[in-house]
């Protein structure tokens, strides 16, 4: 990359430092959202399913609250002989962490940063485990009777979908499924182990010990992930902080009053007319039913923004699957030149700054400031307020929450979300708004759509940083090991792909997302975006990609009972 004004502001983002609130460098613990249109003019408490320690400890804990470390490692294994591949489950159940683990930890890691004031305590680590398997792993340890009832896009897995999904028809493209690392036609693996961990040492040694007891696999491939360096911690190679937007999962963890999975910082019922009260956990958390991410729980309505299905769903799963998971895994390759090189094209087509530019690819500044309330330039401040942050919708003005007393916090004091209906601010295209459009209506006539499309993304970076390196290397293999979690992959994480980031038109005409969205049609991979600008939109082609699906894998993650009840060695031969 030789443009000056890009490594001008390459090097602008590389070194920017992150934002303290309150002396704490915030992580955000959750919330990807939506401030949903108009809400339902009397709105009704639901109960919502209470997660006592028995059921906690019996689902796995990237699922629900995530495992959120610096360092992770991905193992990819196929299975050679069922009898010992169910030994070797049982081996590694009691290794599995549970969300009970990792909940105490998250809740203990909160309050000791903010006692200490100090973005990581000192001396709090924490190492974990959990697994996944594909349908094919599940019929060798259970039996194809046993896994009959999984749904189809999990039964024909990744490599299968994958042009539906918009990868590469063309097997002369890198991206086509025959060149995958791993999870390709021939070499698609039975199980997934993901290890985290706070300490690199420690993530080294439970890999060391998990493989010196995995003899009887095949080990297909293996992924190191970290996140970047310095000032880049938490961003992706593009430069933009990742994971700024979750979904909070409703659920309480006792019957006390204020015992919820998901922390509730907005005052619920203070204006019992103002159901926005009842729909976040903090301002733009939008908390979503359980059913949406685990097996057998009450789903999210299609038609109450609050509420829960009226009707129970019709199981497309086994019943010991219960509160189990579907992983989709991909592992995509990022050409950062590439991206920024055409960030620098088009902004001086259109008139503005090659990091507006980007910022309008995204939605957000490379801080995680988002566009709909920074619209011309960055806001390092806003992007470090978890409370601010995340709290906007597009279509409407945005309103404030009530919230409760937050100890150092001054309230949220930064510029307003206005309404933004036809993408001036935030481009309709923008990767932020095609995969969460929030309160607008979406090409299925609703604004509650949204909420049914929701996933638990659970991604890390792999590779050696491009921004600020001293000399980096252009053809080093970088990007981001995508996990996520949701109990639909076709309704879900395929919905988000095929009907919204991969059309020009859907959830609302701008273009296709720029950074994930993909179109093949008959081997043209030519994408549009509409830039707006004062003298109005102005279209550009994109006709290369950025982000390169190279291997991973649809699995589920089961119940922890599962592994000895079912699927390990005490299920006995299948």
């Not at 970290?226 to 000032?231: I, Q």
Request: glycine residues 10%.
């Amino acid at each position: 990359m030789t443009e000056p004004v890009v490594e001008e502001t390459l090097t602008r983002i590389a070194s920017a430092q992150p934002v303290l609130l309150n002396g704490v460098d915030v992580d955000n613990l959750g919330g990807d959202p939506g401030n949903p249109g108009e809400p339902p003019p009397e709105p009704v408490e639901t109960p919502e399913p209470v997660y006592d320690r028995t059921i906690r400890r019996d689902i796995q804990g990237n699922i629900v609250p995530g495992f959120n470390k610096d360092h992770q490692h991905f193992l990819f294994y196929r299975f050679r002989d069922s009898g010992a591949a169910r030994r070797w489950v049982t081996t590694i159940a009691p290794m599995v962490t549970s969300l009970d683990e990792v909940l105490e930890f998250v809740k203990l890691h909160r309050a000791r940063r903010l006692a200490e004031g100090v973005a990581e305590p000192s001396g709090l680590t924490a190492t974990w485990v959990n697994v996944a398997f594909s349908h094919a792993g599940l019929a060798r340890l259970a039996g194809a009777a046993a896994v009959a009832g999984f749904e189809q896009s999990f039964r024909q897995g990744l490599a299968a979908r994958s042009t539906h999904l918009g990868d590469p028809t063309s097997t002369e493209h890198p991206g086509h499924r025959d060149h995958w690392v791993v999870g390709g036609p021939d070499d698609e693996a039975d199980a997934l182990i993901v290890i985290a961990a706070d300490d690199g040492a420690d993530l080294e040694a439970k890999v060391a010990a998990i493989k010196g007891l995995s003899g009887a696999l095949d080990l297909l491939f293996e992924q190191d992930g970290h996140a970047l360096p310095g000032a880049l911690r938490g961003h992706e190679h593009f430069g933009f902080k990742d994971g700024v937007s979750q979904p909070g999962v409703r659920g309480r963890l006792s019957e006390a009053d204020d015992d919820f999975l998901t922390p509730r910082y907005v005052i619920p019922f203070e204006n019992p007319s103002d159901a926005r009260t009842q729909l976040f956990g903090k301002p733009g958390q939008q908390l979503v039913w359980p059913g949406q991410f685990l097996l057998g729980e009450p789903r999210q309505s299609p038609v109450d923004l609050i509420g829960a299905e009226s009707l129970p769903e019709r199981p497309t799963y086994p019943q010991w699957a219960r509160r189990g998971s579907y992983l989709v895994c991909r592992r995509l390759r990022q050409d950062v030149p590439a991206f920024w090189r055409f960030a620098a094209r088009t902004a001086a087509r259109v008139g503005t700054t090659p990091e507006h530019l980007a910022a309008m690819l995204v939605g957000r500044w490379p801080s995680g400031a988002p566009l709909m309330r920074a619209a011309t330039k960055d806001n390092q401040r806003l992007a470090g307020d978890e409370f601010a942050n995340n709290h906007f919708i597009f279509d409407d003005d945005t309103r404030d929450l009530p919230l409760r007393d937050i100890p150092g916090y001054a309230g949220d004091n930064h510029p307003p979300a206005d309404a933004d209906m036809f993408g001036t601010a935030c481009p309709q295209f923008a990767h932020i708004r095609k995969t969460h459009p929030r309160d607008s209506v979406t090409d299925l006539g609703k604004p509650h759509d949204s909420m049914l499309r929701m996933i638990l993304r659970r991604g890390i970076a792999y590779g050696t940083a491009y921004l600020g390196a001293a000399h980096p290397d252009p053809h080093t293999d970088r990007g981001l090991m995508f996990l996520c979690y949701n109990a639909n992959i076709e309704d879900q994480f395929e919905f988000l792909t095929r009907r919204w980031c991969n059309s020009p038109i859907q959830p609302n005409e701008g273009g296709h997302d720029p950074v994930i969205g993909q179109r093949d049609a008959r081997g043209d991979r030519t994408r549009v975006i509409d830039v707006p600008t004062s003298d109005g939109p102005v279209r550009v082609s994109l006709d290369r990609d950025w982000v390169i699906p190279t291997g991973g894998g649809y699995f589920f993650s089961p119940p922890i009972g599962a592994l000895t009840t079912v699927l390990g060695d005490a299920a006995g031969e299948p």
